[in-house]
């Protein structure tokens, strides 16, 4: 591999001819391709190789029997033998494969025939990082609805500017914490607790906290309790994705992983609903609802005691074997589980030929140093700002509070936020379906116009101030815009955010990078819930959401310069989509645009611009052909 992460291909200047590296058992020979020869075969500006395709398909299984034999899992020597030569081939094509059981045959047929197959234990581990989602919006939400009375319960309504900053201060530390001091727990926590043990110390954190903001005696006891609840949020918003996207199979990874957002929105709805439940208890409304969000992190912490721990997080920590047992309980067979488990280990020892023995500090270095990671943290980073910048959380934060102000009354400021989660759970579940065969980049690029739009009618129909025989003018397209906004949202930057950044670092830098894009997210979250309540006097709410709508086409562009397309690939593979230099992706991409308005405007029968990249075996097929 080389040194930029690019496993057999050499990028060709202006003044070169294009090269590709087709490579042998040795993998020493070049066959150079003419420039006209491959702008006719192969498009592609990168090679997604596959390491196992370097040697032949006898050689490949011996050295995974040699592997299986050397870690303690000699009773899987054969099914290992024969799982290399299947990840050897692209995916689909296991009949090629000869010596396979007839029972592997026929697993290897039905998964490639229903993507969705799996065991319980893999559903049940997912469904549970899902429930961890699930705290988050939980926690987002009870603050919501406690806006519109804590702050009369300690006096801060009565202290003009200096109040608006304490309550923004109070919503905005979870997020700040999150931020800048619980996601860079991630990697120790991580290290000697295990992907399970850090949910189940950060559940922990997360039962005890909400229950403290109920109990607050003061506004400094709130304080206190959610900055304490920000660090367990931050840390586990690291982790959670990332154990999701290392137990997921690479064709429904996007889906399933995606489960974290979609269980956000629901912790959001179900906040709403525990608001709208405790509305009418005298005085202590919004200690109970604040302290509702407890609940799904009982659960959490409970149900985590039952999953299997991350099988690359134990490869990573030198339990191979162990490593294994856990794959094989979150894959339909034992073929299925050795093919990508070894396919795993492959990559990851090429990974550590260029950071073995790196330190903390050094491998969150090279989250910025090494061209390959940096550019997937470019993309991380983008999607984790973006989603802050496109205005949803001012929703989250603070929907209670805009529909009080533009005419409706508490109860009914607090229906109209349920159905705002309503909304968001519902739209979320079409992505579920549309994220790996659209892709992530796709759906954001094709949502963020749409929220630009929505968001500033949304601001524009506050100007209208008309008398209460006329309010539902007023309100209700205000309530409408707003919803359509969280439609685009949901389809769109809402899913993708977490998913992406879990899982376009390397293994060896998944911790840090996944740390430092929380942090992004996090603490631009608590800027946002700082400042809005200031920003909402100061600008009026129509100039902060105007100034919101601005900010969509900003993430807009941020997006179509760095976030690369990730779909239907393994996390190993996606080494090769990062390895491309940011100028020739730019290049590709601003081909695409005269493409889509001959295509699908002025409706001309043209072939696709070249893409990215291409697979190594499709790509010497059409070479030699």
Same mark, same amino acid.
């Given at each position: 591999?080389?040194?930029d992460?690019?496993?057999?291909?050499?990028?060709?200047?202006?003044d070169?001819?294009? +090269?590709?590296?087709?490579?042998?058992?040795?993998?020493?020979?070049?066959?150079?391709?003419?420039?006209?020869?491959?702008?006719?075969?192969?498009?592609?500006?990168?090679?997604?190789?596959?390491?196992?395709?370097?040697?032949?398909?006898?050689?490949?299984?011996?050295?995974?029997?040699?592997?299986? #034999?050397? #870690?303690?899992?000699?009773?899987?020597?054969d099914?290992?033998?024969?799982?290399?030569?299947?990840?050897?081939?692209?995916?689909?094509?296991?009949?090629?494969?000869?010596?396979?059981l007839?029972?592997?045959?026929?697993?290897?047929?039905?998964?490639?025939?229903?993507?969705?197959?799996?065991?319980?234990?893999?559903?049940?581990?997912?469904?549970?990082?899902?429930?961890?989602?699930?705290?988050?919006?939980?926690?987002?939400?009870g603050?919501?609805?406690?806006? *519109?009375?804590?702050?009369?319960e300690?006096?801060?309504?009565?202290?003009?500017?200096?109040?608006?900053?304490?309550?923004?201060?109070?919503?905005?530390?979870?997020?700040?914490?999150?931020?800048?001091?619980?996601?860079?727990?991630?990697?120790?926590?991580?290290?000697?607790?295990?992907?399970?043990?850090?949910?189940?110390?950060?559940?922990?954190?997360?039962?005890?906290?909400?229950?403290?903001?109920?109990?607050?005696?003061?506004?400094?006891?709130?304080?206190?309790?959610?900055?304490?609840?920000?660090?367990?949020?931050?840390?586990?918003?690291?982790?959670?994705?990332?154990?999701?996207?290392? !137990?997921?199979?690479?064709?429904?990874?996007?889906?399933?992983?995606?489960?974290?957002?979609?269980?956000?929105?629901?912790?959001?709805?179900?906040?709403?609903?525990?608001?709208?439940?405790?509305?009418?208890?005298?005085?202590?409304?919004?200690?109970?609802?604040?302290?509702?969000?407890?609940?799904?992190s009982? !659960?959490?912490?409970?149900?985590?005691?039952?999953?299997?721990?991350?099988?690359?997080?134990?490869m990573?920590?030198?339990?191979?074997?162990?490593?294994?047992?856990?794959?094989?309980?979150?894959?339909?067979?034992?073929i299925?589980?050795?093919?990508?488990?070894?396919?795993?280990?492959?990559?990851?020892?090429?990974?550590?030929?260029?950071?073995?023995?790196?330190?903390?500090?050094?491998?969150?270095?090279?989250?910025?140093?090494?061209?390959?990671?940096?550019?997937?943290?470019?993309?991380?980073?983008?999607?984790?700002?973006?989603?802050?910048?496109?205005?949803?959380n001012?929703?989250?934060?603070?929907?209670?509070?805009?529909?009080?102000?533009?005419?409706?009354? #508490?109860?009914?400021?607090?229906?109209a936020?349920?159905?705002?989660?309503?909304?968001? +759970?519902?739209?979320?579940?079409?992505?579920?379906?549309?994220?790996?065969?659209?892709?992530?980049?796709?759906?954001?690029?094709?949502?963020?116009?749409?929220?630009?739009?929505?968001?500033?009618?949304?601001?524009?129909? *506050?100007?209208?101030?008309?008398?209460?025989?006329?309010?539902?003018?007023?309100?209700?397209?205000?309530?409408?815009?707003?919803? *359509?906004?969280t439609?685009?949202?949901?389809?769109?930057?809402?899913?993708?955010?977490?998913?992406?950044?879990?899982?376009?670092f390397?293994?060896?830098?998944?911790?840090?990078?996944?740390?430092?894009?929380?942090?992004?997210?996090?603490?631009?979250?608590?800027?946002?819930?700082?400042?809005?309540?200031?920003?909402?006097?100061?600008?009026?709410?129509?100039?902060?959401?105007?100034?919101?709508?601005?900010?969509?086409?900003?993430?807009?562009?941020?997006?179509?310069?760095?976030?690369?397309?990730?779909?239907? *690939?393994?996390?190993?593979?996606?080494?090769?989509?990062?390895?491309?230099?940011?100028?020739?992706?730019?290049?590709?991409?601003?081909?695409?645009?005269?493409?889509?308005?001959?295509? #699908?405007?002025?409706?001309?029968?043209?072939?696709?611009?070249?893409?990215?990249?291409?697979?190594?075996?499709?790509?010497?097929k059409?070479?030699?052909?």
């Amino acid at each position: 591999m080389s040194k930029d992460g690019v496993a057999g291909v050499d990028q060709p200047t202006h003044d070169e001819k294009a +090269v590709i590296r087709e490579g042998d058992s040795s993998d020493n020979v070049d066959n150079v391709v003419e420039p006209t020869q491959r702008r006719k075969s192969v498009g592609a500006m990168n090679i997604v190789e596959n390491p196992l395709q370097r040697v032949s398909a006898e050689q490949a299984s011996l050295d995974a029997q040699a592997f299986a #034999h050397k #870690h303690g899992l000699e009773e899987y020597a054969d099914v290992f033998g024969r799982a290399a030569m299947i990840a050897r081939e692209d995916p689909g094509q296991h009949g090629v494969v000869s010596g396979l059981l007839d029972d592997e045959m026929a697993a290897l047929d039905y998964e490639w025939g229903h993507k969705w197959h799996g065991p319980k234990m893999l559903w049940y581990t997912v469904g549970l990082c899902a429930v961890g989602a699930a705290t988050q919006g939980w926690d987002q939400t009870g603050s919501n609805g406690a806006n *519109l009375s804590f702050p009369q319960e300690f006096g801060l309504d009565e202290m003009g500017s200096r109040g608006e900053w304490i309550i923004g201060l109070i919503n905005a530390i979870i997020f700040l914490t999150a931020g800048l001091i619980g996601a860079f727990i991630v990697d120790p926590l991580n290290h000697y607790l295990g992907r399970r043990g850090e949910i189940f110390v950060t559940g922990v954190c997360l039962t005890l906290t909400p229950i403290g903001s109920g109990l607050a005696q003061s506004w400094q006891g709130l304080f206190a309790a959610r900055f304490v609840m920000g660090i367990g949020i931050g840390a586990k918003n690291a982790t959670v994705p990332i154990f999701s996207s290392e !137990v997921a199979p690479a064709r429904v990874r996007g889906a399933l992983v995606m489960f974290w957002q979609l269980w956000v929105t629901a912790g959001i709805f179900l906040g709403f609903c525990a608001n709208v439940i405790v509305k009418d208890v005298p005085k202590i409304a919004w200690r109970l609802e604040l302290g509702s969000a407890f609940i799904p992190s009982l !659960v959490l912490s409970i149900g985590v005691f039952f999953c299997p721990e991350s099988p690359r997080w134990l490869m990573k920590h030198g339990k191979i074997a162990k490593g294994f047992r856990s794959m094989n309980k979150l894959r339909a067979h034992p073929i299925i589980a050795a093919r990508d488990y070894y396919y795993s280990f492959v990559i990851y020892e090429e990974e550590k030929l260029t950071a073995a023995g790196a330190g903390y500090f050094r491998r969150m270095w090279d989250c910025f140093a090494i061209p390959r990671i940096r550019r997937s943290n470019y993309g991380a980073s983008t999607v984790m700002i973006a989603q802050q910048m496109c205005g949803i959380n001012i929703m989250s934060f603070y929907s209670s509070t805009i529909f009080s102000e533009a005419g409706y009354s #508490h109860n009914q400021a607090l229906f109209a936020s349920l159905g705002y989660g309503a909304i968001q +759970v519902v739209f979320t579940i079409p992505t579920l379906f549309l994220i790996d065969t659209k892709g992530r980049r796709t759906l954001c690029m094709w949502t963020f116009p749409g929220m630009c739009i929505f968001l500033l009618a949304a601001g524009l129909s *506050l100007l209208n101030n008309g008398d209460d025989a006329s309010r539902a003018a007023k309100v209700g397209p205000v309530v409408l815009f707003v919803y *359509l906004f969280t439609i685009c949202y949901c389809l769109g930057e809402g899913p993708v955010a977490f998913q992406y950044s879990a899982e376009v670092f390397p293994t060896i830098q998944r911790e840090q990078g996944m740390a430092w894009a929380v942090a992004v997210n996090n603490t631009f979250a608590g800027v946002l819930s700082l400042t809005f309540p200031r920003m909402r006097t100061v600008m009026t709410p129509t100039g902060a959401f105007g100034f919101y709508a601005g900010l969509n086409l900003v993430a807009w562009f941020m997006i179509f310069c760095f976030v690369r397309e990730t779909k239907q *690939l393994t996390l190993e593979e996606l080494d090769q989509v990062f390895s491309v230099p940011t100028k020739d992706f730019l290049s590709s991409e601003l081909q695409k645009i005269p493409y889509v308005f001959k295509r #699908h405007v002025f409706r001309k029968n043209i072939p696709p611009p070249p893409s990215t990249i291409d697979r190594a075996s499709h790509t010497e097929k059409m070479v030699s052909s």
